[in-house]
Nanobody
Framework: QVQLVESGGGLVQAGGSLRLSCAAS????????MGWFRQAPGKEREFVAT????????YYAASVKGRFTISRDNAKNTVYLQMNSLKPEDTAVYYC?????????????????WGQGTQVTVSS
């Protein structure tokens, strides 16, 4: 069992930056593939980024590639999402998720554990 707690959300102007953190409980964090997803009001939850257990492979949604960076610190049981050049369309609740399987995937249904989410609002 893994518990995930996101933090770092807030209100930022377009063009600004935020860094989200996701702290995980448990001693097996380093074995999990981690992902970030987001959900805007009235929309489906969508994939943002994922990172393998070692951090060696990352993958991004086309809409955030080049602006967002996912990383992890296994010693701190934490995964990060650095968000730069934010746009109003990035406004959403951002969720951290953990997957037991090592295979990278963008499907939300493939993730086993979820955090409660953190709100990111980008004003124009």
């Amino acid at each position: 069992q893994v518990q995930l707690v996101e933090s770092g959300g807030g209100l930022v102007q377009a063009g600004g930056s935020l860094r989200l953190s996701c702290a995980a409980s448990g001693r097996t964090f380093s074995s999990y593939t981690m992902g970030w997803f987001r959900q805007a009001p009235g929309k489906e939850r969508e994939f943002v980024a994922t990172i393998t257990s070692s951090g060696g492979i990352t993958y991004y949604a086309a809409s955030v590639k080049g602006r967002f960076t996912i990383s992890r610190d296994n010693a701190k049981n934490t995964v990060y999402l650095q968000m730069n050049s934010l746009k109003p369309e990035d406004t959403a609740v951002y969720y951290c998720a953990a997957r037991r399987n090592y295979i990278v995937t963008t499907g939300a249904f493939n993730y086993d554990y979820w955090g409660q989410g953190t709100q990111v609002t980008v004003s124009s």
